[in-house]
């Protein structure tokens, strides 16, 4: 798969099958680069409170119990959020509904500085907590731009970099504090800190809405079906774009343009287009657009139900909650067990999150990798592979949590997998219902939040026994993994047809 091309390759359909990192190219990198540093935006916004919380709980005298209690506040709001964006994407775009999450969000993160008790804290997180559902417009645009052999790779980039915004807010809002506090008293540094975040989400919703394009063809309203070309299936075309031109060159007698502006498509014999169809059986609908709203509620009841959707709840709830939950105490472990002061408990904690940087885009590439090879089923064993890797890691932590240096070690790894195991994951999420895919997206990245709700609980109830939660959390992933990747069935394909192909 190339990362650095120099040309962008398109299927049929104008999506790209190639990447072009080094590039803010119109429309699919800077999409893409729209996409993840939205999300991350979103992030260290949505996860600047906890790395403060120590400052706040002392100014406030919010008691522990308070504290856990907003941790799962914070997530409970996504839930709803998540829900609700999945069609928002279907009906405006995701460039609308990315600015939109991040516009809103801005202002009760900027608000913080005005907490003065528990209850006030519970409000803010719960509305801040809506930041939490930009990552369903960043999976939603990269399913837009990008072709179905790569959406992995595309999805776990925008997903997997903007996660990091979990453990950049864990470095960059300690500093930011320590910094105000030479100018400010420290009664007012931690209410003046928040104002940063909260004008990077304004910054980044004005750039997605001015300078991104929702689809290769442009703005979500005129943006033509998928019949509406004429390049067929067969086509054998190889026609390239490049960052500083997207034009596609056209042949004297054309007879089909997918375009809008920057990019034009033609028929057979163009050179560089890529027919992604016949390298997989794996396929990408059109997904369904401008349902009214009793229809669309009707269709998101009959999505919720099905099967396939259910065991990827399960599956993402457990690998996408773990990290929601962890993040809010992982800097707290250190600082209670090893007796580390706030801010070098939290530079470590800061570990977890900065390792999405890698951990969840190699998710979606091998399962990109073992789709090429495997097709579904291929996808499908990806998933169990790493999730039980997430389990024993998980477990391994449990008993590990005796000295600094092995806690730290055994964090990376189950880090990884964790993290690894979102990318899996949602690489699967748009082949289950296609013509769907806003309201799948919306139902699996709630279950994320609901699992992250969920785990904050039991982190809560079991207080300091910390080895006790994650050996829990293990023994959990375990079971969710071999149960369901045994029952998952996507596009008629099962991982029982690895062994037994009818």
Known sequence: MQFFAKSILLDQYGRATNFRLHSLGYPHMRALHLGWISFMVAVLAWYSIPPIMPHIAAALKISAADVNNSNVVAVSATILARIVTGPLCERFGPRRVMAGLLFAGSIPCAMTGLLKNASGLFGLRFAIGILGATFIPSQFWATQMFAPSVIGTASAFTGGWGDMGGGVTYLI?????????????????????????????????????????????????????????????????????????????????????????????????????????????????????????LVALASWFKVLVKLPVLIIVCIYGCSFGAELAINNIIGEIFQVKFGLDASKAAYIGSIFGLLNICSRLSGGLFSDFMAHRLHMPGRILAVLS??????????????????????????????????????????????????????????????????????????????????????????????????GCSLLRVQNKTIWHLFHNP
Not at 414 to 443: E, L
């Open 173 to 293: 809002m300690p500093a930011i504090h320590d910094g105000l506090r030479r100018y400010l008293p420290e009664s007012k540094a931690w209410r003046v800190v928040f104002v940063i975040p909260a004008g990077i989400c304004i910054l980044a919703a004005l750039t997605v809405l001015l300078s991104g394009a929702d689809t290769p063809q442009g703005d979500w309203f005129q943006r033509p079906t998928q019949k509406d070309t004429s390049i067929e299936k067969d086509t054998n075309a190889t026609s390239t774009i490049t960052e500083k031109d997207t034009s596609i060159a056209k042949d004297t007698n054309p007879t089909s343009i997918i375009t809008e502006k920057d990019i034009s498509a033609a028929e057979d014999g163009v050179a560089g287009f890529q027919n992604d169809d016949d390298d997989d059986d794996e396929t990408i609908a059109e997904v369904k657009r401008d349902e009214p709203p």
């Open 386 to 483: 790493a999730m039980t890797l997430q389990g024993a890691f998980l477990i391994g932590f449990s008993f590990g949590l005796v000295t600094l240096s092995t806690s730290i070690i055994l964090m990376v790894f189950f880090s990884f997998f964790v993290q690894h195991i979102c990318g899996s994951t949602f690489a699967i999420v748009p082949f289950i219902d296609p013509v769907n895919n806003g309201k799948v997206m919306g139902i699996v990245g709630a279950s994320g939040s609901l699992g992250g709700l969920i785990f904050n609980l039991m982190f809560r109830e079991l207080g300091a026994q910390y080895d006790r939660a994650f050996l829990y959390l293990g023994c959990i992933s375990l079971g969710a993994a071999i149960i």
